[in-house]
Every structure is written in C-alpha cells, then in structure tokens.
C-alpha cells in the first residue's frame, strides 16, 4: 500500500443545476451563501482542494453561473486550509494578468491558490465575447504557451515572451506568489483526453486531470503522461480523476439513486451537450476527444462521472478507491447530488472505510466530533449559529467549527472535559482508553476523551 493516501477534491457547484443534468431533486445551490458553508464543512470533512468552474454563459442546464476566480477566492478568504483551484480559459485570459491575480491570492490565502487551465470544449462562448474558435491541437497549443508563461513570470524576476498567441515585454512581477515547501507557486492544473492533452501535460502540467474512467481507463492515461514527461525529461504530473460519488447504506439505495438520475434526465440538455463536446473533439488529429466514446448514460454527469464507479456502501466505495491509489491516482475530483449532507456522510462513513483499508498510512482529517451519534444520509442536523465576525475576515471561519448534535440523537452526549495531551502515533489509532468514533458510549454520559487527527500523528486529550 502505498505510504501518500488519495487526496480528495469536489467541485464547487458555483453553476446552476448541480452536477447532473437532470430533473431530479438536488439539495444543491449554486449561491455564494451555500457554497461558504459547503466550504467549510469540505474542509473538516477531508477535502483537500475544491475547483471552481468556469462557465460565460447559459447553456445545457446551466442558466446562471459565477466566475470562476473571484468566487474561488472568497471561498479561500472563508476557510483555513482548503485550497481552492479556479478554472480559466486561455483564449480569454492573459497569462500576466491571471499572473498578478494568482499572485494575489495566494498572499491572501497563505499559499492556498491554484489554477487549472480549461483549454475550451464550448465555442459558443468564444464567439459570443467575439474571440476566434482555434482549432482542437491549436487549442492545447495556447494552453501549454500559457502555462510556461504563467510558470515564467511566478518565478522569474523579468519575462520576455514573443510567442504565437502571447507578448511580453520586460514583464515584472511584484510580490511574487509565495514559496512553500509544498510548491514553489500556485499549482497548475490541467485537464483534457486527447493525444494531444495528455502530451502537454506530461511536458508542462503540475497535475493532470481525467474525466471519469474504470481501471483500464486510467491505467492507460497515467502510462501516456508518464511517457510524455519521461520524453521531456521531467517529473510526471500528478494525477486526478473525476468521479460522481453515490455513497448510500446500501448498494441497492445507491443503485436506485443512480436509476432515478438517469430515468429523469433533461434529454434535450443531454443531446445538446454531447453533440457540442463531440464536435469539438472530432478536430482532433487522431479524431478522439474527450467524450468520444461516452454514452448517453455518462453524459447525464458532464464529466463521466459515474464512470468511476463509486456508487454503493461506505465500503464498497473506500475499497474502490484503494484499488484506484494502487493505479497511480493521486487526487479524486468529487461531485455530489446533496452536497452538504453527502460531504458529511463522506467524513462521517467513508474516510474511516478507506483508513481502514490502509492502516500505515495518515488518518484523514475530519473535525467534527466522534461522539456525535450515527444517523441516516439525510437526516436533519442542528442549524449553527451565526458567526460573530463578517464572513470574509481573512484567516476566520464564517461558521463555528465545534461538533454540532444531531437532532435525531437519542443519547446524550458525553462530558468532554479539559485535560492534559499527550501525542499517540500512527500505529495506535484508537488507545484502548479511548472510545471509538463508531461506538459512542451509552446513557448516562460520562466524562471522555477527544481527539482530533493530525498528518502523521494524532494530538490526542486524555483522561
């Protein structure tokens, strides 16, 4: 088993209409109010990245859409660890100035920026702000101009570039994104199928993301990119997959939950989409783009999601995972149908499923309490009160971090009292002391431990 557990990402529903095109009811809000708290509730429910996605105009189900990078970093200035991936479209950007907003934001946000360059699937909303529609190979050729003039100017003191689709002149940028050990700028992402897609990536990406795929899929892409990158005598970029995540108590609920997405699919957004991204990369020079070979079925998901194939129990689901790690898959992009309480089902059931598929590795972090008593997918919870200080106070939280009760409790909870810490490594995960989150102690509550999981060790208060 691998030592690095995946990481996960979700996507950010900053678009109307969720993440299927179908009429099915979907506790999901595109507004701005929704996506803080869904912010801060990824971020203490495992979720290392969230991705924002860039869309001009209405089409396919999405009528109203907010902008990618500043949405991205209002989210950033409402949590405290979550990095925040903003997507932008080269043919409407230009490198030095997404360089100085990139560069900003990551002052802002103490490093948490990233981008993930969208090479453009819609020409619609190319001619409609009056840019030319390049052709599918000279698409990804602006990307990859664009990512070596982005990467130029975050880290060089003076950038000249007369490339074919870019200029600068003597180009100097001050600050300078920060230098972490983690990353010596903002992380570049990048996505696409095609020959030509995954050639850029394993010259210039940081990382590389797939539409949804099964094994075979995948092993395949990560074998091209590597190649690519051995090719341009670099480090092969990570990789991220794309997955639209069904995690129910049973396979049969999260069989039939997938039935009635598709059964009520809006046919007509459906077609219009997979006939607009099938054009687009029929001009490849292999005639293969991204959804070439993708059904009706797939497309009901935008991204392939359900290709993944992570629909079932919390344990069907962490054991696919595992099996996708072994592959070579780094990060998993996440799309919900619910997304405030299936990203806390996710924290609550299946992050312990997968850490306990692999118990050398870290424990992934989840904040809220262990104590709070098991409840079915969608069972209300208790409202939080609102938070003291104004939403976008850098380096605060827009909503209290302490474990809320569900109101479906049955049992008190338990006293947690103050009390000296001591650290508990990794191997140790649950001293025999302490309860297990799965087995909250019964009536009447008495006085207990807490703990709070940290990378490599868990800091741990004590009776």
């Keep these: 088993m691998p030592a690095e557990p995946v990481r996960f990402a979700y996507w950010v529903p900053n678009v109307s209409g969720g993440l299927v095109t179908s009429r099915i009811e979907q506790r999901t809000d595109w507004g701005y109010d929704y996506n803080r708290e869904l912010a801060v509730l990824a971020e203490n429910n495992g979720f290392d990245y969230a991705l ?11 009528e109203f859409q907010h902008e990618s990078t500043s949405f991205s970093l209002a989210l950033l200035l409402a949590t405290q660890r979550l990095k925040v991936i903003a997507a932008v479209h080269p043919g409407l950007w230009h490198p030095g100035v997404l360089a100085k907003l990139g560069a900003t934001a990551d002052h802002l946000s103490n490093g948490r920026f990233a981008v993930n360059v969208v090479s453009g699937w819609f020409k619609g909303e190319f001619t409609a702000l009056g840019e030319p ?13 664009f990512i070596r003039a982005l990467r130029q100017i975050w880290t060089e003191d003076h950038t000249e570039l007369a490339g074919d689709f870019y200029r600068l002149r003597d ?10 050990p983690e990353r010596p700028h903002p992380e570049i992402f990048q996505g696409g199928n095609s020959t030509a897609a995954r050639a850029m990536a394993g010259r210039v990406s940081d990382w590389y993301f797939s539409n949804g795929k099964d094994f075979d899929g ?21 990789f991220g997959l794309n997955g639209f995540l069904i995690a129910r108590d049973t396979e049969t609920e999260a069989r039939e939950t997938l039935r009635e997405i598709v059964a009520q699919a809006d046919t007509d957004a459906v077609e219009g989409f997979g006939a607009a991204v099938k054009q687009a990369g029929q001009s490849t020079g292999d005639g293969k783009g991204m959804w ?4 009706f079925e797939d497309l009901v998901q935008y991204n392939d999601g359900f290709r993944t194939g992570l629909i079932g129990t919390p344990e069907q689901i962490a054991e696919r995972i595992v099996a996708y790690k072994r592959l070579g898959v780094d990060l998993l992009l996440l799309g919900f149908l619910h997304y405030h309480e299936e990203v806390e089902y996710f924290g609550r059931r ?30 209300p919870a208790a409202r939080r009160p609102p938070h003291p200080r104004h939403p976008l106070t850098p380096g605060t939280n827009p909503l209290p971090l302490a474990p809320r009760p569900s109101l479906r409790a049955r049992r008190p909870l338990p006293v947690v009292r103050p009390c000296p810490e001591r650290l508990v490594p990794k191997e140790d995960p649950w001293p025999p002391s302490c309860p297990s989150p799965a087995a909250p102690p019964s009536p009447p509550a008495p006085t207990v431990c807490c703990a709070t999981w940290t990378p490599g060790w868990s800091r741990r208060a004590m009776r």
């Design 52 to 62: 924002s996605q860039v869309r001009y105009m209405a089409s396919y189900g999405a």
């Design 350 to 379: 299946v992050l312990p499923s997968y850490a306990s598929w692999r118990p050398n590795c870290r424990k992934a972090r989840r904040s809220p309490s262990p104590f709070t008593p098991d409840r079915p997918l969608g069972a």
């Design 292 to 295: 070439q070979d993708s059904s």
């Design 133 to 145: 529609w390049l052709e599918h190979d000279e698409r990804y050729r602006r990307s990859e101009e």
């Design 171 to 180: 180009f100097s940028l001050k600050p300078k994104p920060l230098n972490t």
């Design 218 to 238: 995948v092993v395949e892409q990560i074998a091209d990119v590597r190649n690519s990158a051995a090719q341009a005598g670099r480090t092969a970029p990570k």
